[in-house]
């Protein structure tokens, strides 16, 4: 219960979860809806790498309320990442524990929808989630194709720096067509395509920061 001292670690644990998860519910301020949503992207792009930490897994519930405000709030801010966000974690997520494909489609579609390819980090989540977890090889190299083209065409030439992005698209472009062997019997995610999909990530984001700037 708030107030009463933990007796050991699994409750203060507990404590520390409820009291996050109340002073997230008294927000009403959509202003704090960039607060709120970076802090858990940031929050979930560390429990990513802590997978091996057993007490990272008590975050998990912090970084849920974090974004379940922010999908509340505002599900439209930074063109719906929330729902990509969630797309992504019911991809891991077994339908038994409340995930699963149908959720974790669902929330890809509103993602795309709100988007609408202006950010490019939704279809890389879609195939490294979504596509991994129904071991579909051609859905995830068809997404990740399209967004290293869309990159490459979104790309300001006059620029260096996006002439050394549009290169490394092209070199990443060819090892999709050499490289991308199926991994299904050890597991999608040690296959090169989590080498793929973060250095994506990395150049889908810069991507859309070349379109967007006013140079």
């Known amino acids: 219960a708030a107030g009463k001292k933990p007796a050991n670690q699994a409750e203060a644990i507990e404590q520390a979860v ?17 607060r709120l949503f970076w802090t858990g992207n940031c929050w979930a792009g560390w429990l990513n790498l802590a997978k091996k930490d ?3 897994l008590f975050d998990i519930p912090k970084v849920l309320s974090l974004m ?34 149908d959720k974790s489609q669902k929330e ?7 988007s609408n390819k202006r950010l490019l980090l939704p279809y890389v989540l879609y195939a490294e989630q979504f596509a991994t977890l129904i071991k579909d090889e051609a859905l995830f190299d068809k997404v ?10 979104q790309a300001r030439q006059t620029k260096p720096t996006v002439q050394l992005l549009k290169r490394r698209l092209r070199d990443e472009i060819q090892l999709l067509a050499r490289e991308f062997v199926p991994q299904m ?21 810069a991507s859309f920061i070349a379109s967007s700037a006013s140079f």
């Open 144 to 153: 990740l194709q399209e967004v290293l083209e869309r990159c490459v065409a």
């Open 54 to 56: 057993p007490l990272a």
């Open 185 to 205: 019997e050890h597991g999608w995610a040690r296959s090169p395509r989590t080498y793929i999909c973060s250095s994506l990530s990395i150049h889908a984001f």
């Open 18 to 34: 409820e009291h996050l998860e109340k002073g997230v519910e008294a927000i009403k301020d959509k202003k704090l809806v960039e």
């Open 68 to 101: 379940t405000r922010v999908k509340d709030l505002d599900d439209q801010y930074f063109f719906g990442g929330v729902h990509a966000f969630f797309g992504a974690y019911y991809a891991g997520l077994p339908s038994i524990a409340g995930g699963g494909v």
């Open 108 to 114: 890809f579609d509103i993602a795309f929808g709100i």
